[in-house]
């Protein structure tokens, strides 16, 4: 059997949160977290390996709360990402910072723990079962090392009642292939239509438009084009720029410009849910209780 590896971002500080660490957050019956349905849903669409990217200071605790549970039933592997981790003549841009620098960081942490093809996925973000079939199904295939696939979601399905979303809004052809992505700030539902922020001016947005929830379908060789463009990232930054990511979606977009990338969109109707705001908990607890009464899920996952 192929190996097809689950990496999850997991290291994020989680501001928005108010304080603990939400990626921890029991939403389960039995104390299970967003990222136990999602390795579930993995390990029975075929995935047979899990990264964790985390924090060296959560360690201790996040293996206690999930990663030795997990480790009993598929192969696990640990990335740590640190905002001190960039090349040594980089040094000076840490200067009034305090996290790490996006998820294009993250992703190149497991550089020496992920040799197969692999799926992104924020540790916080519930994806559906639908989402995880397409993406194994794509990345079992013969693929060149530049080949992406990435999961689109339906907009309206994607909103939080208690805030604000940040969303990679995409333009997709006849074809399925993403032709651009646009990281869109500030998202929120107004009936039937949403509204964001944009150069301090608000947009309208169309509730049924694709956008990316950070679900990437990626190879191996990407890691050379990540360790590459974070160098340059990082050689770009100024002094002020203290808060300045290296992101997926923007990194993925310019490739696509410079035509040095072809992006494959598969699609997925489910809901998403997850906890971006303390307030979130209460109807993710809801949404798990529903679907294990539905049956998608036995009342104890692992």
């Not at 039933?73 to 003549?89: D, F, R, S």
Request: charged share 30%.
């Amino acid at each position: 059997m192929k190996k097809v590896t689950l990496v999850i971002m997991a290291a994020g500080i989680g501001s928005r949160f108010g304080g603990g660490i939400k990626q921890l957050e029991p939403v389960g019956s039995n104390g299970e977290i967003i990222m136990d349905y999602s390795i579930y849903d993995a390990l029975e669409a075929g995935f047979n390996k899990v990264v964790f990217v985390i924090r060296k200071d959560l360690e201790n605790d996040f293996k206690e709360v999930i990663g030795n549970r997990i480790e009993k039933v598929t192969e696990v592997a640990y990335a740590y990402q640190e905002l001190n981790h960039i090349p040594e003549q980089f040094k000076d841009k840490l200067e009034g910072r305090k996290k790490p620098w996006g998820t294009g960081q993250a992703v190149l942490c497991c550089k020496d723990v992920t040799k197969e093809p692999f799926l992104v996925i924020n540790a916080d973000d519930y994806y559906g079962k639908e989402a995880y079939r397409e993406s194994y199904k794509e990345l079992v295939k013969e693929h060149e090392g530049t080949d992406i696939s990435m999961v689109g979601f339906i907009l309206k399905n994607t909103l939080s009642e208690n805030g604000t979303v940040t969303r990679g809004v995409c333009k997709i052809d006849e074809n399925h292939m993403l032709q651009e992505i646009e990281e869109t700030y500030g998202i929120e539902g107004r009936g039937d239509y949403a509204v964001a922020k944009k150069e301090g001016e608000e947009i309208r947005l169309d509730l049924n438009s694709a956008v990316s929830m950070n679900m990437w379908g990626l190879q191996p060789e990407f890691f050379e084009i990540l360790e590459s463009g974070f160098a340059e990232f990082l050689g770009g930054i100024k002094k002020e720029d203290v808060k300045a990511e290296y992101l997926l979606p923007r990194i993925i977009g310019q490739l696509l410009k410079e035509e040095k990338a072809q992006v494959k969109v598969l699609e997925s109707n489910d809901q998403w849910f997850g906890v971006t705001y303390k307030e979130d908990k209460g109807a993710v607890v809801e949404a798990i209780k529903g679907l294990v009464a539905s049956g998608v899920y036995p009342e104890k996952l692992f």
